[in-house]
């Protein structure tokens, strides 16, 4: 009797201490994102006083030249905080409106070389330098808790509970549309566009969330031991997906994993970088082995740029009949430089495949149609959305020409049907 007393007081004090550690790691996991998460706010207020400023900058000119710098940034600056706000954990409808905002916002600053009366610009970006000092004052206070370190990251999600909230979270996403619809009120055809999107579902078969955490242990077997947390999105969002927050070893992040399906819609890891690099075509092969793994089996390699620990790759999807790219079908990656990691996926403009139909193809004389310097590298087919919103089949050319004694590389989009020059890009 006595033996098996001690046996069940010393399996007993076994687990409390098992427990105990496992607490203490689950302690330092939560600091560690809060930390991350905290950074990111910190980085999004900072970034959205420049971007205020930037606006106020354009504000200063009659002519649209002389704010070029000032657009350059505001288009700039306004990309950089949409990233921000999409790694945050946010109210659902707050998010996506500010990225809306923000994404037409930049877009306008983008455009603004085409437009015919610069007043019309002056009147857009005073209203948004007004919205923008709100915007920035409501967001201040509301993440203000994270920020300083006075909420644990539970504190925090309980917060974005509009029962226990004690910011309206609601109301602040209300505000940021209405800045939207005023400032940059929508065409006809982006307003259609943009109701087909949020009413397109996916047809795929439900998953549980236990499905969803088997589908991202197969996919990233090295980080998927540790999940802080599994969540649901909001109520609202366009595709219903399953919010996974991990940590393993010393990294941290989290993946969105979709309701119907279980698609990725993006991946995200937090971890320190080694100084060894691999090749180039090395971590390439391992980023297409992982996309085929993973079903991606209909893309091709696009394009890639780097920095000094990760390499960021462009995917495109390509459709069968024509075997043409659809530009709009894109899925990124950032891979590590140091050992080929995957360490960020977005596949969400993947996911929303876009829906292409047979068009005619002319044949055009390019030797009539350009001038006689310009010189075609490379012809491709590729569906291109034009400014009607609509996709179509286009020859994708890369073209070169000479000016000044250097050698000028362009991208033409042409329609294979019209002829019409859908888009000319100078590449750097």
């Not at 399996?11 to 998460?37: C, H, M, P």
């Not at 890369?398 to 100078?426: L, M």
């Given at each position: 009797?006595?033996?098996?007393?001690?046996?069940?007081?010393?399996?007993?004090?076994?687990?409390?201490?098992?427990?105990?550690?496992?607490?203490?790691?689950?302690?330092?996991?939560?600091?560690?994102?809060?930390?991350?998460?905290?950074?990111?706010?910190?980085?999004?207020?900072?970034?959205?006083?420049?971007?205020?400023?930037?606006?106020?900058?354009?504000?200063?000119?009659?002519?649209?030249?002389?704010?070029?710098?000032?657009?350059?940034?505001?288009?700039?600056?306004?990309?950089?905080?949409?990233?921000?706000?999409?790694?945050?954990?946010?109210?659902?409808?707050?998010?996506?409106?500010?990225?809306?905002?923000?994404?037409?916002?930049?877009?306008?600053?983008?455009?603004?070389?085409?437009?015919?009366?610069?007043?019309?610009?002056?009147?857009?970006?005073?209203?948004?330098?007004?919205n923008l000092r709100n915007l920035a004052e409501e967001w201040e206070v509301a993440t203000v808790g994270l920020v300083n370190g006075r909420l644990s990251m539970d504190e925090w999600q309980s917060r974005l509970d509009a029962t226990k909230s004690d910011h309206d979270w609601a109301g602040m996403g209300t505000m940021v549309k209405q800045y939207t619809e005023s400032d940059f009120p929508l065409t006809a055809s982006e307003s259609d566009a943009m109701k087909k999107r949020d009413l397109k579902n996916l047809e795929d078969q439900e998953v549980t969330s236990e499905e969803a955490i088997k589908r991202f242990r197969e996919l990233f077997p090295s980080v998927s031991n540790e999940i802080i947390g599994v969540e649901t999105s909001k109520p609202g969002a366009p595709y219903p997906f399953y919010h996974i927050r991990f940590a393993e070893n010393q990294s941290v992040g989290y993946i969105d994993i979709t309701e119907k399906g279980g698609h990725v819609l993006s991946y995200l890891a937090e971890r320190p970088y080694g100084k060894e690099s691999l090749p180039f075509d090395d971590i390439k092969k391992k980023t297409e082995a992982f996309l085929k793994e993973a079903g991606y089996t209909d893309v091709v390699y696009e394009e890639s740029r780097e920095n000094h620990t990760a390499w960021h790759f462009v995917y495109v999807r390509t459709e069968p009949e024509y075997k043409a790219k659809v530009f709009s079908d894109v899925i990124h990656l950032k891979v590590a430089k140091d050992t080929g990691e995957i360490v960020g996926l977005d596949a969400s403009e993947y996911i929303r495949e876009e829906k292409t139909t047979a068009q005619p193809i002319r044949e055009f004389d390019w030797k009539t149609f350009f001038h006689s310097d310009v010189n075609?590298?490379?012809?491709?087919?590729?569906?291109?959305?034009?400014?009607?919103?609509?996709?179509?089949?286009?020859?994708?050319?890369?073209?070169?020409?000479?000016?000044?004694?250097?050698?000028?590389?362009?991208?033409?989009?042409?329609?294979?049907?019209?002829?019409?020059?859908?888009?000319?890009?100078?590449?750097q």
């Open positions: 009797m006595k033996k098996t007393l001690f046996v069940l007081v010393y399996a007993f004090a076994v687990l409390a201490i098992f427990a105990y550690g496992k607490t203490v790691d689950n302690e330092k996991l939560s600091i560690a994102l809060s930390n991350q998460y905290a950074n990111n706010m910190t980085d999004a207020s900072k970034k959205l006083q420049e971007l205020e400023t930037a606006v106020q900058k354009t504000l200063l000119f009659n002519e649209a030249e002389g704010s070029s710098k000032a657009r350059e940034d505001i288009w700039r600056l306004s990309a950089d905080i949409k990233n921000s706000v999409a790694s945050l954990p946010l109210d659902q409808s707050f998010s996506t409106s500010w990225m809306n905002y923000l994404g037409r916002l930049g877009n306008y600053a983008k455009e603004a070389d085409q437009a015919k009366e610069h007043s019309e610009y002056h009147k857009v970006m005073a209203n948004a330098s007004k075609i590298v490379k012809e491709e087919l590729a569906y291109v959305e034009n400014d009607r919103l609509e996709q179509r089949l286009s020859y994708y050319l890369t073209v070169t020409k000479e000016e000044h004694g250097e050698i000028g590389t362009y991208v033409v989009i042409v329609d294979t049907e019209s002829g019409e020059v859908i888009k000319t890009e100078r590449l």
